[in-house]
């Protein structure tokens, strides 16, 4: 299995502009999650999906963040217009059902800069 | 206070020795614990998970609950530099049995 694809690895934007970025979850898992990593919040949690349903996105920033799961094997998390403060890295990962218990697998992440 | 603490470390440890980390949790109805490791540059892997009081072994790693105290602690034993990493605590409340709430990480540093 190839795990969690993520594209594109590194983005550097400008400030203004807007960025997408995408997921490829594991064939077979139902549950995708979006993630954003910085040294000053740690890893949290935006967005997560069930079946291609949006079901928690209360950790998404602000309305210049969205993201779409349009089907079970792609999902896209755009930031429109992009801000310094978006620098960090963006996790996709995803799990095979939505037991406590169930393993999340993490992507590579894609490195955002936005200047 | 943070949902889920951790001490940002780093812990420097000899090679050989015990490495324990420690976490603590705010929420008493969380109901499932996991440590993620994730090495310089890479992304989180799991490697330990509890979910009852007591200790889980498994090949060096030993995780320890606590619920009473809200505390879950990772130890390492036989430290490697290959264990050099953070470690990452986390925490699902069994509301919303999907979210995990991660704390921010504990740096180990095994010097050979």
């Known amino acids: 299995d190839a795990g969690v694809i993520q594209s594109p690895r590194h983005e550097v934007t400008e400030m203004g502009q807007e960025v997408t970025l995408r997921c490829k979850p594991i064939?077979?898992?139902?549950?995708l999650f979006w993630y954003r990593q910085t040294m000053m919040r740690g890893l949290e949690l935006l967005i997560y999906f069930n079946n291609n349903v949006p079901i928690d996105d209360s950790g998404m920033p602000e309305d210049r963040f969205s993201a779409k799961m349009p089907n079970a094997s792609f999902s896209t998390l755009k930031i429109q217009p992009s801000e310094p403060r978006d620098s960090a890295v963006y996790f996709c990962?995803?799990?095979?059902?939505?037991?406590?218990?169930?393993?999340?697998?993490f992507g590579p992440g894609t490195r955002l800069l936005v200047l | 206070q943070k949902e889920v603490e951790q001490n940002s470390g780093p812990l420097s440890v000899p090679e050989g020795a015990i490495a324990s980390l420690n976490c603590t949790y705010s929420d008493r109805v969380s109901q499932s614990f996991f440590w993620y490791r994730q090495y310089s540059g890479k992304s989180p892997e799991l490697i330990m998970s509890?979910?009852?009081?007591g200790d889980k072994e498994d090949g060096r790693f030993t995780a320890q609950l606590n619920k009473a105290s809200q505390y879950v602690s990772l130890l390492i034993r036989d430290s490697q530099p290959s264990d050099s990493a953070t470690y990452l605590c986390?925490?699902?409340?069994?509301?919303?049995?999907?979210?995990?709430?991660f704390g921010s990480g504990t740096r180990l540093s095994i010097r050979p």
């Open positions: 986390a925490v699902n409340r069994d509301s919303s049995a999907s979210k995990i709430i």
């Open positions: 064939s077979g898992h139902d549950y």
């Open positions: 509890i979910y009852s009081n």
């Open positions: 990962a995803s799990s095979s059902s939505g037991r406590p218990q169930e393993t999340q697998y």
